[in-house]
């Protein structure tokens, strides 16, 4: 299995480094140069004695699990959280009391992060900020000599991915995409069931998040809390009147910050669709329905939302669902992927299990359950920083960018309400209304949280 894989991670990254990925899209983006013109350290591979100094930034939510993470493979593998960054520093200052008393040892804080970019003495970020910043934050760090991990979606929008490409290759970073799935013991073994032919051709898979998100109210206009830098949270959004409704979590639910379900949790399901297909290119035809059927709340993003991904040449396709409330379980993946073979088929379940069913009797065939893929996930980030070597990266760059940009295509067709044609070689929509959804495929940053060139 170490070999097969290594071999498809190999090809992927040359294709993306060669092809499809690369291609050209003109939005209309301003262009600025990046904050306070940056150096440019020098990549170089780290011994095992050399400790990989980290700094995380959004430490809320998500980023609870990045210092535990890191933390925890502090001892064997040499690497040690000297920095936590937020626009809160409420949640900034907690966090800091927090890691002395479970780690024993104080660690830096900082409100604006660019302040730890300049911070030469830092050799990597870890990201778990809102969506809206993911990009910008990556290819500000690639940039200032900084390896990263990136939550995912690694983009707000599709541009976004070619410019975090460039910017890795540009600058030589190893950027690692938050999708643990592929670090999982169990689920890299269940993709390589499919790819040897367990389930026979496999033609279909489905991602499924079945979540309980309950209404989130209008909290309505309100001051800015003292200690929360407002405008840095913003970033490249627009900037709108504060309220609740947005800070901290319920941004996942408007189209300025985060991208839905699709778009949150269903990344990981999304990216495992097109790494058990062996799909290595966005789709040509795209549909997306759903809407807001209960709720009369603050949420832009849709409760229901039904996308299918059509894959006409390799004559496979993807469907992803998000349901909210009570629902069936379909098969037990209540958030998860199945795969449609002609010989059976195959239900993930979470992060790491894989069960299979096989000929029309449905009769059970190999399973697997093993836990521990996010420490896995970023033990593979370390190693590939010290090797300076993207080919060993379980989640590399180019992940970011389809799997997320696939989650892009589905909110794109569900707000234009129309299926779409799409070429994914120029990576641009063609036919009736092109010029409307080609005007989605980026943003108007707000100066000066503009992406930069990559000079």
Sequence with gaps: MKNSAANTRRSFIKKAATGALFATVAPDVINSKTINAPTIYPAEAKGANDRIR???????????????????????????????????????????????????????IEQDFRKTYEDKNIDAVSLATP??????????????????????????????????????????????????????VAIREAVEHLENGLIGRVYMSRGLVYRWRPDIGDKGISKVPTGLNYDLWTGPAPLRPFSQNLVHYNWHWHWDYGNGDVGNQGIHETDLCMWGLGVN????????????????????????????????????????????????????????????????????????????????????????????????????????????????????????????????????????????????VAERFIGDGESEANAMLSRQYRAPYVLPDIV
């Design 131 to 184: 969506n809206h910043w993911h990009a910008l934050q990556t290819i500000w760090a690639c940039q200032a000599g900084k390896d990263v991990y990136v939550e995912k979606p690694a983009t707000h929008n599709i541009y976004e991915g070619k410019k975090m490409i460039e910017a890795a290759y540009k600058y030589d970073r190893i950027v690692q995409h938050g999708v643990q799935l592929r670090s999982s």
């Design 281 to 424: 290119s966005l789709p040509e035809r795209i549909t997306s329905m759903g809407g807001k059927f209960l709720w009369d709340d603050c949420k832009e993003v849709p409760e229901i939302q039904t996308s299918i991904y059509h894959y006409p040449k390799q004559k496979k396709i993807i469907q992803f669902e998000v349901r909210n409330w009570c629902t069936n379980l379909e098969d037990g993946a209540g958030v998860g992927n199945i795969f449609y073979g002609d010989k059976g088929y195959m239900v993930i379940k979470g992060y790491g299990a894989y069960e299979t069913y096989l000929g029309e009797k449905r009769e059970k065939g190999p399973a697997r359950t093993e836990k521990g893929e996010l420490t896995l996930h970023f033990k593979n980030w370390l190693d590939a920083i010290r090797a300076r070597d993207m080919s060993i990266q379980n989640g590399p760059v180019q992940t970011g960018h389809l799997s997320s940009s696939l989650a892009h295509l589905g909110n794109i067709s569900y707000r234009l309400g129309r299926q779409l044609d799409f070429d994914p």
């Design 54 to 108: 980290v700094a995380v930034l959004g430490v809320n939510g998500r980023g609870k699990d990045h210092i535990k993470e890191i933390m925890g493979l502090s001892k064997t593998d040499n690497v040690d959280v000297v920095a936590l960054c937020d626009p809160d520093m409420n949640i900034l200052r907690n966090r800091a009391n927090e890691f002395e008393k479970t780690y024993g040892k104080k660690v830096a």
